[in-house]
């Protein structure tokens, strides 16, 4: 019976795509960054700086 509860939880996860569109979203302005960082090498610091500035605060709040 506890098998047949996780497998029920485990579809239910897997269907739930309620937060796809942000993930898909955030996924493609990175994209976009990065591209626009290949064509234009002047930007490319400033975003760099950026993400660097985001995987800090990320960081951060994972270590709290």
Do not use: C, H
Not at 13 to 35: C, H, K, N, P, S
């Amino acid at each position: 019976m506890k098998n047949l509860v996780n497998i029920v939880w485990k579809l239910r996860i897997w269907r739930d795509t309620r937060g796809q569109d942000l993930i898909e979203y955030a996924l493609m302005a990175g994209f976009v960054a990065v591209a626009a960082g290949a064509v234009m090498p002047g930007v490319s610091t400033q975003i760099s700086t950026i993400f660097s500035k985001i995987n800090s605060l990320l960081t951060d709040a994972a270590a709290s």
